[in-house]
């Protein structure tokens, strides 16, 4: 989580982030400020110790930005786009495959996502597609979307929940461990049309790579030239 | 009693943890991996013995393959990254999940499918409704033989058979209307008339 004085400093230098976003960042960084973020209250009940044997908290923030509330945008600035927040905890299957899938739909409009994924022979496609619907109507119910599909993926991204373990036997009595592995599902969903590009270094196309490299072979000077 | 059951579960977690290490050390007899802490909770290998015995280092034991296929060296991260994501220029391809652009439209339906398959949801649908046929056929057939032809009755159709041709066949009739879908007239071959004069046509362009 980053402070706000860290997050201008990366607005004012133009920075990219780490995978490039560059439609979502201008509407990203700013909603993501510390200050406008309802405050997260205690993990547990006052007096309660933080055990192994509880049952895990998961992430408490990720749906907090929901609840952001903004100034109103002025005449001549652009309106700002309507967005959920959606997060499916503890789902019983591995980060490491969640990560594929949830790669696979960052930057599609809801209605290819949810048409891609139909065709993902895997647990997490089922998994995403749900919770892709769950935020789809949270975002018409909730957030003042007007057109259900007038939606796309700005964020998408899976991490590790709680792991547990069991014991299994190998051959000649050698002993292994189980790991069950659970993770957090988190997407969000912005009212719009998706951007041409979702992350800043995709390829360009062959005339615009052309005109960039003949710019550079034209820049080239003879050093101590007059 | 509920935070009974949760410390009995942690306290089963923590002891796999502890105790895998345990038995490692005490199949091998002190070899395998041996994080300290974890014993010095436990309380200690069971079985200590000493690193060189008295009568030299003994023999190794030719069944146990224990420690035969280890990796030499540490794969690094460029290498693991290629592994599990792949590159497009790399002969292995691209492991991430590529989105389909073959995909086609049913028209009947509206959903997509894929080229050399039928539409699952209008297949589904079929498959349902011929499931709920075979069933009411199988209820009325019960245990007699099948001697006569099955002709099924959707509501509402039944006027239209005399009693005549109801004898000649097993009549299946179905409370529920017939759905849309589904033709009455499946066994007629072809609607439009049979030409009954076919002359050969010889091409009037190619001169």
Known sequence: MLSARILQRIIATNATWPGGITAAAAILLPSRSPSSVPELGPTRPAGVRAMSFLPPTGPRRWPLYNEQVFPPTGADEAPRPAFVCHVKTNVKYSTKKMWYIASMIRGMSIEEALKQLQFVNKKGAQIVSEALKEAQEMAVRDHNVEFKNNLWVAESFATKGRVLKGLRRHARARPGIVHYRYTHYFVRLEEGAPPEQYYADAPLPPEEMLKRWLEQRRQRTITHSL | MINGVRVVWGNWQRTIDRYAVIIYQAINGGGGPSPALALAAAGGVPHQRAATPPGGAP??????????????????????????????????????IKPKNNLIFCLKCGSHYLPGMLCMTCYNRVKSETEELQKAVAQQQGLTPPDREVAI??????????????????????????????????????????????????PSDLG
């Open chain 2, 59 to 96: 023999p190794p034991v030719a069944d146990d393959g224990f420690l035969w296929a280890v990796p030499k060296y540490r794969r690094s991260v460029e290498r693991r990254m290629m592994r599990r994501y792949g590159a497009e220029s790399w002969p292995n391809g691209r492991k991430l």
């Open chain 2, 153 to 202: 009755v959707y509501r509402g159709e039944r006027e239209a058979i005399d009693d005549q041709q109801a004898k000649a066949v097993r009549l299946v009739e179905l409370p529920k209307e017939r759905p849309r879908w589904f033709s009455k007239n499946l066994m007629q071959r072809t609607t439009t008339p049979v030409a009954t004069e076919t002359a050969p046509v010889k």
